[in-house]
């Protein structure tokens, strides 16, 4: 069975930052694509940074430059680094292979503001 834990998450300031991690059972990890998401209210979840198991990354271009995803085989646990925080960041945030499975773990709620 399936299970991602996502953590990390909590209130920031604007310019602050946060580590999300991820950790994933029930899968061969080290074979998956794996993404963060992103979901604010009233909006499509989106993806928003991704990573093959040969770690080359893709972002989307409102993070580029800010938002760094890595992965850790041996811990099945995937991180997300996001440093210039701004408000349009807030949402809720989950880890999950890319393309998505259709099990969802609960996200973790980020919230940028002063």
């Known amino acids: 069975q399936v299970q991602l834990v996502e953590s990390g998450g909590g209130l920031v300031q604007p310019g602050g930052s946060l580590r999300l991690s991820c950790t994933v059972s029930?899968?061969?990890?080290?074979?998956?694509?794996m993404g963060w998401y992103r979901q604010a209210p009233g909006t499509e979840r989106e993806l928003v940074a991704r990573i093959i198991p040969g770690a080359v990354t893709t972002y989307v271009d409102s993070v580029k430059g800010r938002f760094t995803i890595s992965r850790d085989n041996a811990k099945a646990t995937v991180f997300l680094q996001m440093n210039s925080l701004k408000p349009e960041d807030t949402a809720t945030y989950y880890c999950?292979?890319?393309?998505?499975?259709?099990?969802w773990g609960q996200g973790t709620q980020v919230t940028v503001s002063s």
């Open positions: 029930g899968r061969l990890f080290r074979f998956d694509v």
């Open positions: 999950n292979t890319s393309p998505a499975l259709s099990y």
